[in-house]
């Protein structure tokens, strides 16, 4: 793998637009060989994002201006969280380092390391993408508000893309589906990403809520035990079949 490419793609321009994102998706998955694991989960990502730009174009949403703003600076998460890796590994989040690590450990799916990017990304990234975006926009991200309706609503759009792309990463070398997927279906059994999603918006009222009051340690406390059992989960999807 051609390291400095890949800091190349990360290290440039953010995107500003969902397109933006997808193209630097596209870019990325160019520099990553098949063995490579994060080269699943960037494929994984980049067509969920296409779906959802897909949907955003057709007039669904009520704020298409908030949930693009959102997914824009969510992958921004990701994209630093690939440059930290490189540049400054103690501080890269736990959930990404371990998957960053576990890249051509032996023995993992390419499921797996899909898997593993959407617990780091969603279960610890969402959060804060949720609260830079509602400060961007300047709303709250409470319940039951147009912006959380959409929010809401993309699980139907990722429910419809992402089974097509667990198919393909699932399939094993000689071309076929495994329909028993045994060990691997375990794995995927910690994951849901409606579920995961949720969560992500809950915890990013609780953040909301303590950045804006006194307690600013419990902030921090928070935010720690976020990232630490974040990457928890992402060791036990991780762990070879």
Do not use: C
Not at 63 to 68: C, H, K, V
Request: net charge negative; proline share 5%; no cysteine.
């Amino acid at each position: 793998m051609d390291a400095a490419a890949l800091l190349r793609i990360v290290g440039g321009p953010m995107p500003v637009t969902i397109p933006d994102v997808v193209a630097m998706m596209t870019a990325i998955d160019e520099v990553l060989p098949a063995g490579d694991g994060l080269k699943w989960f960037n494929l994984l990502y980049r067509d969920v994002t296409k779906g959802v730009d897909q949907s955003t174009q057709v007039g669904q949403w009520r704020r298409p201006e908030w949930l693009e703003r959102l997914d824009v600076e969510f992958a921004g998460l990701y994209f630093g969280a690939i440059a930290s890796w490189y540049q400054n590994q103690a501080g890269t989040p736990r959930a990404w380092a371990d998957l960053f690590a576990a890249r051509f450990r032996p023995g993992v799916a390419r499921i797996q390391f899909a898997i593993a990017g959407m617990n780091a990304h969603i279960n610890h990234d969402l959060p804060f993408a949720v609260i830079a975006t509602s400060r961007a926009m300047n709303v709250v991200p409470d319940d039951d508000t147009p912006e959380h309706l959409d929010y809401q609503a993309v699980n139907s759009v990722l429910e419809r893309v992402e089974p097509d792309a667990l198919r393909f990463l699932a399939t094993g070398i000689a071309g076929h589906v495994m329909e028993d997927l045994g060990a691997l279906g375990r794995h995927m059994a910690m994951w849901s990403i409606r579920g995961a999603r949720d969560v992500a918006w809950t915890n990013a009222r609780v953040l909301w809520q303590l950045e804006a009051s006194p307690l600013q340690e419990a902030a921090r406390a928070y935010v720690a035990e976020l990232n630490g059992s974040t990457g928890i989960l992402g060791e036990g999807i991780l762990s070879p079949l």
